[in-house]
């Protein structure tokens, strides 16, 4: 079992920047793949979450074209066995979410499905 802990987020306005964190413990210590996930308001099951980034035990990035390059995931230099983060960057009120990292996702090409563990979510919260 995957324990993640997310951090970051907050209310920002549009055109800035935002870094969420998420790092993930069990017993074997990572390396985690590890896929983003956002659910937008009017969003109500779990299952509508939207995938916007994942990163894999070797490094191989996903990205959903609709990222349009502004996502970025990429593991802490510092700690690369057990912390991911996410980048955000020129936020538009869409990106109004609640972001979950999740552990063990399934990625080929440009998307992810998600695995059984997710973070608490954390929300980001964009105003034009």
């Known amino acids: 079992q995957v324990h993640l802990v997310q951090s970051g987020g907050g209310a920002v306005q549009a055109g800035e920047s935002l870094r969420l964190t998420c790092v993930g413990s069990?017993?074997?210590?990572?390396?985690?793949?590890i896929g983003w996930f956002r659910q937008k308001p009017g969003m109500e099951r779990p299952e509508e979450r939207e995938?916007?980034?994942?990163?894999?035990?070797?490094?191989?990035?996903?990205?959903p074209s609709s990222a349009k390059g502004r996502f970025t995931v990429s593991r802490d230099t510092a700690n690369p066995r057990n912390t991911v983060f996410l980048q955000i960057d020129a936020l538009e009120p869409e990106d109004t979410a609640l972001y979950f990292c999740?552990?063990?996702?399934?990625?080929?090409?440009?998307?992810?499905?998600?695995?059984?563990?997710w973070g608490q979510g954390a929300q980001v919260t964009v105003s034009s």
């Open positions: 999740n552990a063990e996702p399934r990625c080929r090409s440009n998307m992810c499905w998600n695995g059984n563990y």
């Open positions: 069990d017993m074997y210590g990572g390396p985690y793949s």
């Open positions: 995938f916007v980034a994942g990163i894999t035990r070797g490094g191989r990035t996903h990205y």
